[in-house]
């Protein structure tokens, strides 16, 4: 997320605490848990956002807008990012659309211009 907020929750204390007590959680800020393999929301007022990630940053799985009263697990994960509902969802969608970009252009990029044709001696 450029021009994102993200705090650092090392400590057990930090990480059991997280967001709860927090009425909403604005856009563009958000927590990062590191140990974390599983989040939960049970007393949170509001829905949140989940990007579980691995020792390189990997993304490893997502959850967009996990309810109150839920749990979330990825027992391959480092850490985990708690953030803003909507967050994901505006990732993927983005991700979506230049796929399908792509996915249009593919006949196009397999095919070698007239200008290769001609250079490599095709007709």
């Known amino acids: 997320m450029t021009g994102a907020r993200i705090f650092l929750m090392r400590t057990p204390w930090a990480r059991m605490k997280g967001l709860l007590g927090r ?4 856009p563009r800020l958000g927590v990062c848990l590191i140990p974390c393999r599983a989040v939960h929301t049970f007393g949170m007022r ?3 956002d989940v990007v579980f990630f691995d020792r390189e940053g990997r993304v490893l799985k997502t959850f967009a807008s996990l309810p109150v009263n839920r749990v979330a697990t990825c027992l391959r994960a480092r850490g985990a990012l708690e953030l803003a509902p909507g967050s994901v969802r505006l990732r993927m969608e ?20 007239s200008v290769c044709r001609k250079m490599s001696g095709g007709t």
């Not at 009425?23 to 604005?26: F, G």
């Not at 659309?97 to 593919?106: G, I, M, N, P």
């Open 23 to 26: 009425s909403r959680l604005r």
């Open 46 to 48: 509001f829905p949140i």
């Open 94 to 113: 983005v991700m979506a659309a230049l796929t399908e970009q792509l996915t249009r252009l593919k006949p196009t990029l397999n095919q070698p211009s």
